[in-house]
């Protein structure tokens, strides 16, 4: 799980340093992405350590808070990102963007106050996976709205096939990340009803069990981010000859 984390983790810090670097020369919406690929970054593997209790227990509610709070600040730099790209004119689309950038911020009061800045195994930070995964669902809806609009006007040559597949992996990458914390809820919720504190003893999964449906979740679906994002962001030559010349094929 560790090494998964971390190959997650470093691709997300090699993003982020790319995305200020653009922002920087064009003044765009990318800085917003990259903060939230550095937030994520810092963020993922401090609360791996935490989780495995590789840090100890005097420092460890301080660092799981600050865990919580990295990673609130990059998924409100993704709200934004989502909001500029794709609704920068809709006055709808501020009442989510605010919507959701205060989820992210109640949740660190919320963790506080239920105590579930002390242990990952909080139901309350069980639960706010939930909140976590909304802006990669509101990114995978917009991206892949946009993918099937390039796809419709690919029919008539109106639009760049590179482009097309990139929104189209746009859309895989934020479609994992939004499954991938709704995925750990569910698990971590059976394993902790089957726990004392739960109240269901003997109920739930073990905690072998538990660890490999985690593990797995973690390798299929951060696995696929991934492959996603590395094609997104640094496609190879071969695979943008080949988006070419297929755009270029007569329709059979």
Same mark, same amino acid.
């Given at each position: 799980?560790?090494?998964?984390?971390?190959?997650?983790?470093?691709?997300?810090?090699?993003?982020?340093?790319?995305?200020?670097?653009?922002?920087?020369?064009?003044?765009?919406?990318?800085?917003?992405?990259?903060?939230?690929?550095?937030?994520?970054?810092?963020?993922?593997?401090?609360?791996?350590?935490?989780?495995?209790?590789?840090?100890?227990?005097?420092?460890?509610?301080?660092?799981?808070?600050?865990?919580?709070?990295?990673?609130?600040?990059?998924?409100?730099?993704?709200?934004?990102?989502?909001?500029?790209?794709?609704?920068?004119?809709?006055?709808?689309?501020?009442?989510?963007?605010?919507?959701?950038?205060?989820?992210?911020?109640?949740?660190?009061?919320?963790?506080?106050?239920?105590?579930?800045?002390?242990?990952?195994?909080?139901?309350?930070?069980?639960?706010?996976?939930?909140?976590?995964?909304?802006?990669?669902?509101?990114?995978?809806?917009?991206?892949?709205?946009?993918?099937?609009?390039?796809?419709?006007?690919?029919?008539?040559?109106?639009?760049?096939?590179?482009?097309?597949?990139?929104?189209? %992996?746009?859309?895989?990458?934020?479609? =994992?990340?939004? @499954? *991938?914390?709704?995925?750990? #809820?569910?698990? /971590?919720? !059976?394993?902790?009803?089957?726990?004392?504190?739960?109240?269901?003893?003997?109920?739930?999964?073990?905690?072998?069990?538990?660890?490999?449906?985690?593990?797995?979740? %973690?390798?299929?679906?951060?696995?696929? =981010?991934?492959? @996603? *994002?590395?094609?997104?962001? #640094?496609?190879? /030559?071969? !695979?943008?000859?080949?988006?070419?010349?297929?755009?270029?094929?007569?329709?059979?």
């Amino acid at each position: 799980m560790f090494i998964v984390i971390c190959i997650i983790a470093g691709l997300f810090l090699l993003l982020s340093l790319r995305l200020f670097r653009t922002a920087v020369r064009a003044g765009g919406a990318e800085g917003w992405l990259g903060l939230a690929f550095l937030c994520l970054a810092l963020s993922m593997p401090l609360r791996v350590f935490l989780a495995q209790n590789l840090i100890s227990e005097s420092h460890a509610p301080t660092l799981l808070l600050a865990g919580h709070a990295l990673m609130a600040a990059g998924l409100c730099g993704l709200t934004l990102f989502v909001d500029r790209v794709f609704r920068p004119n809709d006055g709808w689309a501020r009442a989510i963007t605010t919507t959701l950038i205060l989820l992210q911020i109640v949740t660190l009061p919320a963790l506080v106050f239920f105590g579930g800045h002390r242990t990952e195994y909080n139901f309350a930070a069980i639960s706010i996976s939930l909140i976590r995964a909304l802006p990669f669902g509101w990114g995978f809806y917009e991206s892949h709205r946009y993918y099937r609009q390039m796809k419709k006007r690919s029919l008539l040559g109106l639009s760049d096939p590179v482009v097309t597949n990139r929104f189209a %992996l746009f859309a895989i990458w934020n479609g =994992a990340l939004f @499954a *991938l914390p709704v995925m750990l #809820f569910l698990v /971590r919720t !059976w394993a902790w009803l089957g726990s004392e504190s739960g109240g269901l003893r003997g109920d739930g999964f073990t905690a072998q069990v538990t660890s490999t449906l985690l593990t797995a979740s %973690l390798v299929l679906l951060g696995g696929s =981010a991934v492959i @996603a *994002l590395s094609m997104s962001f #640094f496609p190879p /030559r071969p !695979w943008i000859s080949f988006l070419e010349r297929r755009a270029a094929a007569p329709a059979s």
